[in-house]
């Protein structure tokens, strides 16, 4: 069964500081996998999705994630901090059971960002 | 665009009462999906439909049920509310035409049991 980890339920960073946010997945076929931002009180916005090609995926606002099989990793960065980018971020992965498809969360990361 | 609109957008709702939250979407999706979203449990699956007519169950289905009379609606009941089931609740719909299409999600709705 398809699964993803997030390592880290906060991550803080300095206003202009690096970002990385990690995710591992786990999957017996090849993944498709995704990043979402929830901002507050709001629901899931999708950041980008990797499925087949370009190991290197970038997304909206800033944001890009790199697809690498032999960590089965799935991380997501950003050079370069927003106060605007603190938010909710939650790592999936598409999997198919039992003859429909779902998308499976991981527990989700949140970033705070200070000035 | 809507997309997706949830209702209401918040509810306390007395312990033992019952419960409908409302989802309609404007994408002509066939799929459509209810989480429920805890901290630190991430979003978990409750029920889904791969298309009219059809619904299935997910990760945590016990004390809900869903209907899927139309392409645009897709209710979800809670019979009779437990505490257990103070969440937010997200209902999400996706094209069905592979694993490689992302959902899109409505604001959700903040339910309290008490």
């Known amino acids: 069964a398809q699964s993803v980890t997030q390592l880290g339920s906060h991550v803080s960073v300095s206003e202009g500081a690096l970002v990385l946010l990690r995710c591992n997945y786990s999957?017996?076929?090849?993944?498709?996998l995704f990043w979402y931002v929830q901002y507050p009180n709001q629901g899931l916005q999708l950041l980008l999705k990797?499925?087949?090609?370009?190991?290197l995926v970038k997304g909206i606002n800033g944001f890009e994630a790199e697809f690498k099989k032999s960590e089965t990793s799935f991380h997501l960065t950003k050079p370069s901090a927003h106060m605007s980018d603190a938010a909710e971020y939650f790592c999936?992965?598409?999997?198919?059971?039992?003859?429909?498809?779902?998308?499976?969360f991981g527990t989700g990361t949140r970033l705070l960002v200070s000035p | 665009i809507a997309g997706i609109t949830q209702a209401p957008t918040s509810q306390i709702l007395a312990a033992g009462r019952r419960m409908t939250l409302r989802c309609t979407q404007d994408?002509?999706?066939?799929?459509m999906y209810w989480y429920r979203q805890d901290l630190g449990l991430g979003l978990r699956l409750i029920h889904y439909s791969n298309t009219a007519g059809t619904t299935g169950k997910g990760e945590v289905p016990d004390g809900y049920s869903v209907s899927r009379a139309n392409t645009d609606d897709f209710p979800l009941t809670l019979a009779s509310a437990v505490p257990s089931q103070t969440s937010v609740y997200f209902c999400?719909?996706?094209?069905?035409?592979?694993?490689?299409?992302?959902?899109?999600f409505g604001q959700g709705t903040r339910l309290t049991v008490v």
């Open positions: 999936a992965v598409s999997a198919m059971n039992t003859g429909f498809q779902k998308l499976v």
């Open positions: 999400a719909s996706r094209e069905n035409r592979g694993l490689n299409t992302e959902a899109f």
């Open positions: 999957s017996s076929v090849p993944p498709y």
């Open positions: 994408m002509r999706h066939n799929a």
């Open positions: 990797y499925t087949t090609g370009a190991t």
